[in-house]
Every structure is written in C-alpha cells, then in structure tokens.
C-alpha cells in the first residue's frame, strides 16, 4: 500500500467523520474526573449527557426461563458543540472525537482532535492505547435514471444475468482484515430510498478502518497510526467509486 | 471477490454452532452500526416525527395556541431539548405553524419582534434565520 490517496473535493459527501482512540486507563479514574472533561471546553461543547451501556438477557434451562442480571452503567460523557455538529466522547475505555457534515478537511479533524486528546490525556492519564480507527459515513446521491449501479460503485452485491430483475434493497457489510500490515476495515453499504423530488438514489459507503494493538497513549506513533489508517480509508473508498461518482462532489 | 489472506488468523466462530455464529454476528453488526452519531440521531427523528404528527392529528381546528402548546406530544417535544431544534426547524421551512412557543421554551431564545407576533409566515422566516445563524440550517 505505497500510494497516497489523497483528492479534496468541494463538496464531499461525508455525513459524518469520526476518530476513536480506546485506551486503558488507571484504576482510580473515574466518571467524576471524566466530567471534568469539559469545564475548559464549556464555551465550544456546552452541552453534555452520560453515555450508558447495558448488557442484559435471559435465559431458558429446562424450560424454565429466567432474566440475567443486567451489568452496565454509565461509561462516560458525551459534550456536544451548541449546534451539534461536532461531538467528544470521554469514555472509561477511551476518546473519540466526531464531526458532522459540513466536512472541512482531514486536517482540520485530524489537529482538533489532538488538542481534545491532549485534554483527555490530562484527566485519564491513559496507561497505553489499545485500538485506534478512523469512520467516515459517506451519503452518495446517485442522479436518476441510471441503468447499472457500477456506473456509480465498484463495491455492489453482484446478480447473475440469468437473474432478469433488480435490486430495490440491499444492506452489505465486508469486513476486510490486512493481517500483514495488522490493519482492518469494516465497509457496510446500504441502499435508502429513492427521493423523487430529488431525483436520487441515495447510497450509504461507510468506511470503518482500525487497528488493534498497544501503542503509547503520548507521542507521534499514535498520529502516525492514524495517518496511515486514513490512507487505508481513501484507498477504499477512491477504489470503490468510478469518475463519474468523483463528478458528483465536484 | 476473494476470501482474506491469512482469514484464520481474523477472529472467527466457526467452532461454535452456526446458530451462535449468527446470533453474535447480528448483536456486533448492530452495535458496530450506531456508533456514529449521526445513526444515533435517526432515533431522535423518528421519534420527533411521531410526535409531531400526534400533535397534528389530536389537537384539533381549534386556534388556541395555548390549548396547542398544552397538548402532551408538543410538551414531549419541547422535552427532547436541543436535538428537536433542527427538526422543527425544518418543519417550520415545509409549511409554518405554530412551533414558535417549542422554539423558545427550548432555546431560551425569541427573536420575534412584538410588531410580528401572530404573522406565522413572518414569524417562520425570522426563526429560520436565527436557525442559520446559530449553524442549525
């Protein structure tokens, strides 16, 4: 993977942008110092609530069914900007850092969310980072009419020609690891529903690339890791789209 | 399409029973997916539009704003906060109605002049640019 896949377009068509550091935290951080997280950042993220997770279930042994004992809890909080559109996570089990359309650049995503890291390195003091990722959510407005979606995505669910019908819907998910360079990505591709007044056939490409290992939660390594996953991400999505997809952004 | 190099070494359950494979398959796919928030947030609208359209249908021809303003699905919106705002913001730009009362309660805001108040035309448009000022349009 030498290449460099790099093009700015002036209208990407990126819903979404997200950066997601996990990372082991010492024992005695807790959910009080998480929220400290945001008294420096009140002004930007004025808005914050909790992040749960909970994992319950049931269970049927000798056709006798019984609930589990639900675990969970709070794991963090969650600070958003005063018009939503950009969103911190500062989570038990690490950082991300999320932007909402409009997209700006990768650069501009890249160096906010190493001040926000840098902040959280401050309250967490994380022993090491464990995964690192880097999802874009791609919404691509296919003009209608068009006869095969190839014309448009190189990634698609393929039909014989002996069967003669389309599709009107598909949700596909490939999860792609490069066990060489230890990287993976996920792409989950969805087809929504044609908008009439629009005149589109609107298509999900998410690409979701990450790698699992230990690495120093301070220092360059870590952002270098991150460089080369957005590299992986654009090779995937420049490699799943035609010339005539790239005119759409234009 | 080609299988992954090295897939072997990728984590996998083929030693559990197909059953397993797909329930712990589906349960990932799921969690993987609402990851972002912009997915979290389709939640949010979904339940915004059912309430939004309760309002509609139950509240009546009557011309109370008050008696509109009361009724449980409105005062649902105005508890969602902050995310209802770009939603009823873009049901204000579809067609005006009487969302104004929603928008303060829930902004703290007003920028309707006295001289404006009960001209909804004129009322939708001076919110929707406060909408684009705030950077939820």
Redesign the interface.
Known sequence: MGMVWHQKFPNPPI??A?L?IRANLPAHIDLALLETFQNSLKESFP?RKPLFHWEGGMEIKEGVASVLAPKGGTMGYQFMS????K?IQARKNGFSF?I?KPYDSWESLRDQAKQLWAHYLEIAHPINVNRVAL?Y?NRIEIPLPFKEFKEYLLIIPELPPEIPIGVSEFFM?L???D??KNL?A?V?EVLQKIDEKKGILPIIL?I?TFQESVLAAEGAELWAKLEELRNFKNMIFFKSITEKTEELFK | MKP????E??YHWQDDPPIITIYFNRAE?ER??F?????ERASEYRKFYSLANRWKNERGPTSSITEMAIHPAYQEIIGMG??AI?LILSELEKSPDHWFWALSAISGEDPVKPEDRGRIKKMAEVWLEWGRE???R
Do not use: C, Q
């Open positions: 819903e979404e997200l997601d808005n005063g018009n939503g559109k969103v999320h909402l999802r959510i998910r999860v792609m690891p066990t060489e993976a996920i989950t998410d979701d | 992954a190099k090295n897939a070494k990728s796919m993987h997916f990851i972002p928030i912009s997915r902050k995310e770009p705030k950077g939820y």
